[in-house]
Structures are given as structure tokens and as C-alpha cells.
């Protein structure tokens, strides 16, 4: 007999994120790692119950790259992946990024300043690639 997969919410599988950016004579993407550090990622995370999805990226943005800036009110585009033996659908929006603060809730994680051009060396996911450059 098969092992069961559990489930998940249904919520689970609406996500957001932010591209996080700085201008420096030219844009620059914040990138920081998974969880197990394997490859380097956009902050996203589900977007909670009681949050919209433009809330949930900036609260991911603070908890898993510990930065805040301003985040645009109308989403970037969307990508879909696949997780949890479903399809995730994460809504992005871009953060010109204001403040980094040295310690954060999951610093864990590494992060890095990538110039534009490197977005497609650095981000295996082809959608969000997609998304980054034709934004800037």
C-alpha cells in the first residue's frame, strides 16, 4: 500500500513575493537562499488569510530577507511552480528596497546584490527570469 500525501490547505498554494531592488547608477536584485540553501530565490511565502497579497510579500520580504522598502501596488506578473504535489500561483510585486537591517527573523539565509544582468545565471525559475527583466 502507497503512503498518503498530505494534503494542504488550499491557501497554501496562493503565494506572493516581492523582487527586491536598488538602483546604484544601475538595478541591482536582492536574492537570498532556500531554506536548505541550494539556490537562490525571491522572498515569497503564502499569503495568509488575513492578509492581501501585496501585505504578505512585504511580510515575507521582512522575515526572509529583512528589508523594507516600497512595493508597488499593482502585482509584476505571476508564475506558477510546482510544490507539495500541486501547482503554487505566486502574484509578484517589485520593492525598491529603502532599509536593510543586519539581523532579521530568518537570517538564516544568505543574501546577495546581483546586477540585472546576472538574473538569469542566478534564478533557476524561467517564469519569474521572465518577469524581473521585462519589469526593468
Not at 523582487?19 to 536548505?36: D, H, S
Not at 532599509?99 to 527573523?105: A, G, Q, S
Request: net charge positive; proline share 3%.
Amino acid at each position: 500500500m502507497g503512503k498518503l500525501k498530505k494534503s494542504k490547505p488550499n491557501y497554501w498554494y496562493n503565494q506572493s513575493a516581492v523582487v527586491p531592488y536598488r538602483k546604484n547608477g544601475t538595478v541591482e536584485i536582492l536574492l537570498i537562499t532556500t531554506r536548505k540553501k541550494k539556490k537562490w530565490i525571491i522572498p515569497k511565502g503564502i499569503v495568509e488569510e488575513n492578509l492581501t497579497p501585496l501585505q504578505s510579500a512585504e511580510k515575507e520580504a521582512f522575515e526572509e530577507a529583512g528589508i523594507r522598502g516600497t512595493t508597488s501596488k499593482k502585482s509584476i506578473g505571476k508564475y506558477k511552480y510546482k510544490k507539495w504535489g500541486n501547482k503554487c500561483k505566486v502574484k509578484v510585486f517589485a520593492m525598491e528596497v529603502n532599509e536593510v537591517l543586519d539581523t532579521w527573523e530568518e537570517d538564516f539565509r544568505e543574501r546577495k546584490w546581483v546586477k540585472l544582468d546576472k538574473v538569469k545565471e542566478e534564478i533557476v525559475e524561467v517564469k519569474l527570469q521572465k518577469i524581473i527583466l521585462s519589469f526593468f
